[in-house]
């Protein structure tokens, strides 16, 4: 605890601390910054934390946060239900809405498998997958993990899980990078670019 | 503003957006941190918050932060009311304080002399250091600006401004640092320390 602080200052800088990547030098600038701030500042920023506690609910359909029992993505009509594209978290999807480029729906898993954090696939919202892809009869599954160790072991399961639900399954096309150097990319990177390459 | 994102979660992230030296990416994070933890914690963290608003008071003596008009070292009988420290922000007294090295008060000036910022003298609790040596009959002001050219800028006014006063006006020793290397130490601070050479 830092007790050259008054009571509130020290409090709110631990909470501060808490946050994932933040010591406690940073969360002094936080709450030193804040202290300056105007009352209805100050007011807005505490109700927006205590609102995600009524208001933050898990999408019934694709386990995303919503403020409604359903997310706006699953109660959109245009969407194409059949295609479900399934991400390790939120702000994958948020990544994947800014192309504009998707039109199907998500389903959001909650993580990757990583053992050594003990997470196995009945701490992912894997059997929801597998009991919404039979009740909407889907075509496709994208699965958009990220290209590492626990997202590649994570799409390999589910590979395995999905195949008997003779459902075509699809993963994110890998290769270079827009804007990257051939001389600088990694051998991997440029196997997947050659092994993947199109006709234009 | 984040448009993939429920409202509460976009407004939280952009609260977030605003800390210093926080982009959207570690708002992001941040958030989907807090949303993950329990009510209680919320709570407290929202409310954490908005005591910022009643409970911070500035102390009436020294001008640092406190949750009464007077903070507890202004209070505190054991320390020497005629020996001022003067610093630039709250975080300088708390690492002054953590030495247990120093027994007189502090003066907060609230920032260092910034032209460029439009910091001038009168943006600063200078007029209010004037009127607390006076009736104090201080006999020690210490200067513990950082050495770098703001805080040098800040400690000559105040020299200056302070001398009519008789009041003996002392700095922070400046020179090699615990755990340094003189080999790196560059030339200013070399010639600081040998400036300030001591016996032993």
Same mark, same amino acid.
């Given at each position: 605890?830092?007790?050259?602080?008054?009571?509130?200052?020290?409090?709110?800088?631990?909470?501060?601390?808490?946050?994932?990547?933040?010591?406690?030098?940073?969360?002094?600038?936080?709450?030193?910054?804040?202290?300056?701030?105007?009352?209805?500042?100050?007011?807005?920023?505490?109700?927006?934390?205590?609102?995600?506690?009524?208001?933050?609910?898990?999408?019934?359909?694709?386990?995303? #946060?919503?403020?409604?029992?359903? !997310?706006?993505?699953?109660?959109?009509?245009?969407?194409?239900?059949?295609?479900? !594209?399934?991400?390790?978290?939120?702000?994958?999807?948020?990544?994947?809405?800014?192309?504009?480029?998707?039109?199907?729906? #998500?389903?959001?898993?909650?993580?990757?498998?990583?053992?050594?954090?003990?997470?196995?696939?009945?701490?992912?919202?894997?059997?929801?997958?597998?009991?919404?892809?039979?009740?909407?009869?889907?075509?496709?599954?994208?699965?958009?993990?990220?290209?590492?160790?626990?997202?590649?072991?994570?799409?390999? #399961?589910?590979?395995?899980?999905?195949?008997?639900?003779?459902?075509?399954i699809t993963r994110l096309a890998r290769g270079l990078p827009m804007g990257?150097?051939?001389?600088?990319?990694?051998?991997?990177?440029?196997?997947?670019?050659?092994?993947?390459?199109?006709?234009?």
């Amino acid at each position: 605890m830092r007790q050259h602080y008054s009571e509130s200052i020290s409090k709110l800088i631990s909470y501060f601390s808490d946050l994932p990547g933040i010591g406690p030098k940073t969360a002094e600038k936080f709450v030193f910054y804040l202290v300056k701030q105007n009352k209805e500042y100050l007011q807005g920023f505490s109700q927006t934390i205590s609102d995600l506690i009524d208001r933050i609910k898990i999408c019934s359909i694709c386990h995303n #946060y919503s403020e409604k029992s359903t !997310c706006s993505i699953c109660d959109n009509s245009k969407r194409n239900k059949t295609v479900i !594209c399934v991400v390790a978290r939120p702000q994958d999807i948020a990544a994947l809405e800014k192309t504009h480029e998707y039109q199907g729906v #998500y389903h959001m898993l909650g993580g990757v498998l990583n053992p050594l954090e003990e997470v196995t696939p009945d701490k992912l919202n894997i059997t929801q997958l597998l009991e919404r892809i039979k009740k909407d009869k889907s075509k496709e599954i994208i699965l958009a993990l990220n290209p590492d160790i626990e997202g590649e072991t994570t799409s390999l #399961y589910l590979k395995k899980t999905l195949q008997p639900l003779n459902v075509k399954i699809t993963r994110l096309a890998r290769g270079l990078p827009m804007g990257s150097d051939l001389e600088y990319a990694d051998e991997v990177t440029l196997t997947n670019a050659l092994k993947g390459r199109r006709e234009i």
